[in-house]
């Protein structure tokens, strides 16, 4: 972060300092929302929440080295009370990022992939200079203040991942920070509920390219429709990657192996190099060439990018971790959230992991799809009836959708995420596969967490 004194901060935020608040000292970060992370020269940022209120641990923060509060009320701590906490935050970094202008800032946006190709495009990044990047998905009106306030004069490179649920979201979040990169992955199904379908979808994604400055750049994906209509709506100059023959940053001779890792041939308009994945799913690929295409925009040559991209390991908890057990049991941990689009993903990558072995499933109902809730929750039991499963759980209330879908195969209805991890462990046995996938509210993340520290032996 940028050093700040208080008075500095009360005057961005329109703030009025209390509690004793010193206007000369000085925040030097970071800026944070758990007191528990508090430490010296910090600033904790107190938000209510549906299960806490932040204004309850002010002092714990303060005890612990920060130097102040961002409030809405009075607490027993130094502070700088505003009308609106979140608001203030905004504005805050929106000061921040003003004052940077050797950085160079990229945003990255879709309906899945969002951050996974956030941690590629970081690393790719960090080639070439010191990057911030937001840890896991802080992609909201929260997350993304608090990363984007992580930077300093040092920091050459911004990624940002940015997240819509609903209109005006992300032309919201490109106020803060303007990308001079945008990056747009696909228009999927995710949220579908919320927009009321694809084309509203797209709209609200295509926010990000309609910010870029005329001598930016949009990335975008040559094989999705609605990705390719956004051309038309940036002034930036346009780069193209996907699969197709006619996009500049392309994979050709793609394999995948026995693990579902791919290999394919990186092909650039100024040469090409081979990649050899370490991530899971062949719809990591796609993930890898968007990061790809905008490194390539900053100038890394394909070698680079390539040997880059052959390493990366994931970072982001819950996204197609990959464990195996001690006596063979493989569990794939893809618990982070759900959508039409990835759960087939992930259906595929079981494909791939249990040929010729037992295939178990512990999956939820997808939310947020609206009208067509039931029928594409179907769809999802329907897939998983025909992956050759020895077992599925489906957990909990909403379950009846998939169950109803999965007629015929062996699917059972648990009513929380213990008991599904109860009744498959008894039935696990060496060598088996097991796919942890489901919405985050679902809480998965726990059945593949006990089922990989288990043992069948």
Request: charge should be negative; charged fraction near 20%.
């Amino acid at each position: 972060m940028i050093p700040l004194p208080l008075a500095r901060i009360a005057e961005i935020t329109s703030g009025a300092l209390a509690g004793m608040a010193d206007p000369r000292a000085v925040v030097r970060g970071p800026v944070l929302i758990d007191s528990r992370a508090a430490e010296p020269g910090s600033l904790f940022v107190a938000i209510r929440g549906a299960r806490a209120d932040g204004h309850d641990f002010a002092a714990q923060a303060c005890q612990a080295g920060a130097v102040a509060v961002l409030a809405s009320r009075p607490v027993e701590a130094p502070c700088v009370i505003v009308g609106d906490v979140v608001a203030a935050l905004a504005r805050l970094a929106t000061a921040t990022a003003a004052e940077l202008p050797g950085t160079t800032v990229v945003g990255v946006t879709g309906s899945a992939g969002k951050t996974t190709t956030k941690d590629l495009l970081a690393g790719l990044t960090t080639r070439i200079g010191a990057t911030i990047a937001p840890a896991g998905s802080y992609n909201n009106e929260i997350g993304h203040p608090l990363t984007v306030l992580r930077a300093d004069h040092d920091t050459r490179f911004l990624v940002l991942e940015l997240s819509a649920r609903e209109e005006g979201h992300i032309a919201y979040l490109t106020g803060i920070a303007r990308p001079k990169i945008g990056v747009v992955l696909n228009v999927g199904t995710a949220h579908l509920g919320v927009f009321g379908g694809r084309e509203q979808i797209a709209k609200a994604k295509g926010e990000l390219v309609e910010a870029l400055p005329a001598d930016g750049v949009a990335v975008l994906n040559a094989d999705d429709p609605f990705v390719r209509a956004m051309a038309d709506r940036t002034q930036a100059r346009v780069s193209w990657y996907g699969r197709s023959a006619e996009a500049g940053v392309r994979a050709e001779e793609e394999t995948l192996d026995e693990r579902g890792r791919a290999a394919f041939t990186l092909r650039t308009p100024s040469g090409s190099a081979p990649v050899r994945l370490r991530l899971y799913g062949a719809h990591a690929v796609e993930n890898a060439l968007a990061a790809a295409a905008a490194a390539y925009e900053l100038g890394l040559p394909v070698a680079t990018i390539a040997e880059e991209l052959s390493r990366a390991e994931p970072r982001s908890r819950w996204r197609m971790e990959v464990k195996d057990r001690p006596d063979g049991v493989t569990v794939i941990n893809d618990a982070y959230n759900a959508n039409p689009d990835s759960m087939r993903a992930a259906f595929q990558t079981l494909g791939v992991l249990g040929k010729d072995r037992r295939k178990y499933a512990v999956i939820a109902s997808m939310r947020e799809l609206g009208e067509e809730s039931d029928a594409l929750n179907e769809d999802v039991g329907r897939l998983a009836a025909q992956a050759g499963l020895s077992g599925l759980w489906v957990v909990g209330d909403d379950a009846w959708p998939v169950l109803a879908g999965a007629k015929g195969a062996p699917a059972v209805h648990a009513p929380d995420a213990a008991t599904a991890a109860a009744e498959l462990s008894a039935r696990l046995a060496p060598g088996d596969v097991v796919l942890v996938k489901g919405p985050r509210a679902a809480g998965l993340e726990r059945v593949a967490e006990a089922l990989a520290g288990g043992d069948a032996r």
